[in-house]
């Protein structure tokens, strides 16, 4: 394969990282509304910002991504991107995950990690293909896979461009722009890479697409799904599944048993 | 300036690449009706297909460019994105421009691919901001400029993922996914950069946008305009500059005057 062939995109949540209890979007979505909370008296009105912290992951998760994605809106309103950017990344060295109690950047998985260096030296060029939204998972995906921000596609919302005061800006407004889960991963792909992948890595339903799409194309190619079965160390579940083992098998893809084939998870405590 | 933060951005049509009497594109349009024609007696009823080749350049051109992607979904409907890649790569080396007498991929500006591999020389990531379709300049910025189909940004309609006769496809979508004219320049940037570029390069009012959120960034900026002045060896026109070189003089961007500052304009023959 010609070396500007190599191409690889990976699922976030639950392939690159934990994802249970909930995905780490909804922590930090969480934290934010409590960091906030006392600047914003008018939240009180909202069921969800008053079920803080009790119930409010299950709430937020039952919103789907569009109702996430209005969320992370209103909880970052009001700053530049850069500035998210530097609060996305402090927090992830900074908050500990509640129950693997390490950082959030010490939630990626060790084999997975080691995995995109591999490509990387390789000549791949790796990107993130996620659900979550872009502009949470990018400055993480920096600091903790070493992955630009142009190689980090994810779900946002629609812009605006403006001239404030002379000041260029953009603006968000309350329309999806683009929504990558399921078949809108493969959307995202060509839009953004323009070229099949040759490698795509999953864990869950809303991979699938992804990984036909990325199989499907002419000579050799790989598509893996990550089987979340090590209670133990990590979390033991097939929520999220649907019928992806199912399509794997048919489609010859590998499915890694985490319990056996990952003799190390989470990387070394700092 | 960190490696990381190294990003410049180019517009293509009269940036990077001749751009008169009309855009490359269009010429490529006009080509494609002519070969696929023959298949298509129901094109004998639109204008559009009638008035070929006399008046159909300015005809398209005054459709804009809603109507010239929508013309171009019309002309190259039916193939994969592979397939469409191949034949723009093929006709830009095998047509000829009509007015310079050379193979579209010499219609490049010589200046322009030495400060491409200049500035990748030194660390810069160089990417295409195009108002142009991006599956049009992604095959020809390959092979012309060198850069990978992952850093072109253009305008594009929306794709719909689907499965048909079990192959994964992406259809096709009558709506404008991006347009990235003016202010859109500056949307797609964010959304597939995602920070933003030190140093962008445009030639008319529809980049001034870009170079006002560029140079508007923290930090040492750079903004430079293409001002086509050589009426000789190129073309000379102020058609399109609309009020850019009045605000690259009050931002301080760099003016390029063609006639004068270009040693050599096109690159050597093959």
Do not use: C
Not at 54 to 62: D, F, K, T, Y
Not at 91 to 117: C, G, N, S
Not at 238 to 257: F, I, M, S, Y
Request: charged share 25%; no cysteine; net charge neutral.
């Amino acid at each position: 394969v010609s070396p500007e062939r190599r191409i690889a995109t990976f699922d976030n949540d639950g392939t690159l990282m934990t994802e249970k209890p909930v995905y780490t979007q909804l922590y930090f979505i969480m934290d934010r509304i409590q960091t906030l909370a006392p600047q914003h008296p008018e939240w009180e009105k909202e069921e969800i910002f008053r079920s803080l912290p009790a119930g409010a992951a299950e709430m937020i998760a039952s919103m789907g991504k569009k109702g996430i994605l209005e969320l992370l809106a209103k909880t970052h309103a009001g700053m530049t991107t850069d500035e998210f950017a530097t609060i996305v990344s402090d927090w992830i060295f900074t908050h500990e995950h509640p129950t693997l109690k390490r950082p959030y950047v010490d939630t990626a998985y060790q084999p997975m990690l080691e995995l995109l260096a591999y490509l990387r030296s390789r000549g791949f060029r790796t990107f993130v293909v996620t659900g979550a939204s872009q502009e949470f998972v990018r400055p993480f995906a920096e600091k903790v896979y070493g992955i630009p921000p142009h190689q980090v596609i994810g779900s946002s919302v629609k812009t605006e461009f403006k001239i404030v005061n002379t000041v260029p800006v953009l603006v968000r407004q309350p329309d999806l722009f683009l929504f990558t889960k399921m078949g809108g991963k493969v959307v995202g792909i060509q839009k953004f890479i323009g070229e099949r992948p040759i490698a795509a890595f999953g864990n869950s339903h809303g991979d699938v697409e992804m990984l036909q799409w990325t199989t499907a194309g002419d000579g050799l190619r790989f598509g893996l799904l990550v089987h979340h079965t090590d209670g133990t160390r990590a979390a033991a579940y097939d929520t999220g599944l649907g019928k992806a083992l199912d399509v794997a098998e048919q489609k010859g893809w590998t499915v890694v048993d985490m319990k056996t084939d990952w003799k190390t998870i989470f990387p070394r405590e700092r």
